[in-house]
């Protein structure tokens, strides 16, 4: 199951980094140490055990359905790259959602 | 690119349509889903942000409780099980709509599944399974800058997040089969009917045209007679029920075209075009649709009482079709009036209307023909044209005075629609009233009290509700042109 | 008093000079500014130091107490923010390219309680780029350095509250752990760091790493100011859905009160042998002797699932970790590369995240993504949060025998700079101890035990179930008053001072 360049490309792709080639071929091998290594939790649990999703069981944490004061429209875009018209300025949008 | 299409009767010829329906409501809480930002539409861009709904660093959600409650609400109305525990997912994609780059939303345990409803098409009565019903976040709203003012050729975005982080929940049915030719019909009645219940639960301002209520329609087709479904398509944008008609029958005839070329169906989002009634391609199913879901570590699971579910339960409206019967039966309509109404998505109008005064004659006479013109030539739902029940109401009651003719009438909607004020402002810009006579009113009224002696000698011993026949029978003697108020002074004084 | 002996004083000792009006806020911040300037050159503990508004605050609180108000106990006490804290008006970076110059428009409940009970906020501290790392070496901005040996890591990721604390730039440090990176840090510069019960602490506005894991606690020089510093910064707080909406239990009290006779304490059988340092396991193993000795009931414990622990969290760490660091897209804040016009979006997102994250990033971010991804989350995501399951289960089990449980805090002392870099499992390593307590949420601490023979320090780890903070502090207390004695003086004292520092030796 080692992990080629191409995966490691495929899966940059899917968490949006732009990676060279080099680094790809860098990165596979050490990637695939790392998953070598921790691989074995595969084996540790059954099928019986349950998934803790959450380090407290907890439930219900809700709040009442009260507006309460916002940003200003100048604090909500102060980090912003580019704003332009009060809204935040992206480039533009290949591709649909 | 045009695609070629089939003749419908063509496609039913051949092939039999499975439909499925994805509908988003947009909560109507005062507060978004995990903060305490305003959902009001249409405030001063970014004006309604904060560090949560704009996904800052460190930012964390809590959740709205109302929109858990109105959940559960819409699951019962759903005929759903509500499910004991249940905990939110991330999905996980890129778009610079969604702040954080993953969508906050329920995955494998939705807070409702395994539910129905009915609906009734042309006399036919179509169960509509629902898989589930789910809780999520809307996205912000972009706006594309350049020549066209589209997505295709904009050379950059703009991105109001006011919208991002409104709740919304997330009804997916089964695919429905055998509807055949009334496959179109069939997802129309549905988004319909439930606009028509959540406006009756009261969760939702389901306006289509603002997207309160969105709808996404899947549809494919396999030859008739056989056991397994076709490859579909998802349209996107379908926004308002003559839309999901037409896409529907669109999607029906290409994919029939397409079919009968001898090619297959492409599994793809596709686009509604409201203007040529056509859809379009949008992106192919991709790698991107790894969406990586797990269960959201910074919210904890919802897990509803019994107790909980039970005092829900107790709030809702009375079910739809239970309400169809009792409305027909109060009304004296019969079932293809109802269905109409119902169809058009008008019956909460009418009974509004009559709530608000009118008759049900003259609350369906508008609603069901004169209005529903309308928002057909404006290509928009009844209930999103600019005139409310009461304003309707209250032209009946000039009617009904006197004051105005239906032709007169239709001018007032005219002024309404336009935005030109309230019916009496319309009326009084536009010098519309007609004028009224309290001799030839006063006649009719002792002619009605001669005639009726044992409703006065009731309303005499004190029962003042007993009034009302009589008022209505003198209305009608006058033909509608007379002032009920009017009326019942006139009855009062005589028999005080 | 002299200024050098006031550096090195306690926080609560502070406090009390503070309150009793013989020191003023405005001169303790200002020596320890001039102590900032002095080291932090050498140290890069600091990666932004707010002189102007430190001063501000301090004589603001001077000015208060002037006027009588009454003030919590440590008004006007300096302290240094680990730099994913929001903090309105100064940086977050979280040690990043991708942050850099970033400020926040809200603080973060911690940084609210801070200013609420009158701290006055240095400036925000190094650490390992979004706490990716147990050496501080990760951050975009430089490596921080070791005060007891500057060739050395100072632990990360919170690297630069530990040294801050350690060479007495501050008194005081915020941190947060989510695999270790308060525990291990502190093991390593001699300090005291306690990652509370997750939920203790509000994590609101500390930018996530691993959401289900990360925890913010103090950093201190003593368990009594660990503890205070503890109640000022925990309990409830409505903004994070994870709080525990549940009254802290008596933190200070049971630091003060230091005693563990009849305590029960249970020695983690996996964490010895292979991998650790022998001076490392005869410093621990002296202290558990200490205890024993003072009435303390010592039993060995088995958690067998702790060996499955660190493999376990390395996969939910970054799946995690993938989904919370979406955001930085350059599209509402931080950095943004390469639009120039011609490039769309989805290209402008990848290159700035192909420019803005670092190399240990771009492997955690790649690592969980394939975690996560379709075919592999059940094998890969789904395993490791069952194993997190089984190491509950262990904890359960341990803690039906045992009041608390101890073991070596990190297998090593302090590595040297650059020495594990280019080996990622070697440094992953560095949390074997501390990672099994973030996936069940126990509170857990480390506190000094001594030195090895090269003069580094070794740290204890305590760990105690959820919600049994105090217990912590009742070892730690215990344990620093008994080896205080032995050594005649904090364990800082034993420190070759550094260049240019303030401090002068007692």
Redesign the interface.
Known sequence: MALTPEEVARLAGLARIQLTEQECAELAPELDVILTSVHQVAEVAGPDVPLMTHAMPLVNVTREDVVRRSLTPAEALSGAPAVEEGRFRVPQILSED | MNDEILDFDEVLESYEPALGLEVHVELNTASKMFCGCSTAFGDEPNSNTCPVCLGLPGALPVVNRKAVESAIRIGLALNCQIAPWGRFARKNYFYPDMTKNFQTSQYDEPIAHDGWVEIDVEGETFRVEIERAHMEEDAGKLTHAGSSGRIHGAEYSLIDYNRAGTPLIEIVSRPVLGAGAKAPAVARAYVAHLREMMRALDVSDVRMEQGSLRCDANLSLAPIGSTTLGTRTETKNVNSLRSVERAVTFEMRRQAAVLAGGGSVVQETRHFDEATGTTRSGRPKSDADDYRYFAEPDLVPVAPSAQWVEELRATLPEPPAERRRRLASEWGFDEIAMTTLVNLGALGLVEDTVAAGASPQAARKWWGTELARRSNEAGIGVDELTITPAQVAEVQRMVDEGKLTDKLARQVFDGVLAGEGDPAEVVASRGLEVVSDDGALAAAVDDVIAANPDVADKIRDGKHQAAGALIGQVMKAMRGSADAARVRELIMERLA | MSDAHLLTRPAHELGALLTSGEVGAAELTQLHLDQIEALNPTLNAFLHVDADGAMETARSIDAARASGAELGPLAGVPIAVKD???TLGQP?T?GSRM?ED?????D?TVVTRLRAAGLVILGKTNMDEFAMGSSTETSAFGPTRNPWDTDRIPGGSGGGSSAAVAAFMAPLAVGSDTGGSIRQPGSVTGTVGVKPT??GVS??????M????DQPGPVTRTTLDAALLHEVMGGHD?????S?AQPLPALSEAARRGDVAGMRVGVVKEFGGEGFEADVEARFHEAVELLRGAGAEVVEVSCP?FL?A???Y??IMP??L??NL???????????VG?D?T?????????T???G?GREA??R??????A???GY?D????????????V?RDFEAAFAQCDVLVSPTTPTVAFRIGERMSD??SM?KADLCTIPS????NASASFPVGLSSDGLPVGIQVIAP?MADDRLYRVGGFLEATLEKQWDGPILDRMVPLAGTKVVAR
Not at chain 3, 102 to 106: A, D, I, S, T
Request: hydrophobic residues 35%.
């Open positions: 994913n804290f929001c977050t979280c942050l970033w400020v926040p428009p809200y973060a997750y939920g994590r609101y506005g500390v930018v996530a691993a959401s289900s894991l409505p903004h994070d859905s994870t525990i699932n499955y660190l493999s376990a390395y996969l799946s995690e993938s989904s979406a955001r930085f897209d350059a599209m509402r804040y931080g950095l943004r639009d016009g490039r769309g979006v989805e290209e402008v997102m990848s290159m995240r192909g420019e994250f771009k492997r971010l790649i690592i969980g993504t394939y996560l991804s379709s989350q094998q890969y995501y789904g395993s490791a949060q069952k194993v997190r399951t089984l509950a990622p499992m992953y973030n996936l069940a949420g959820p």
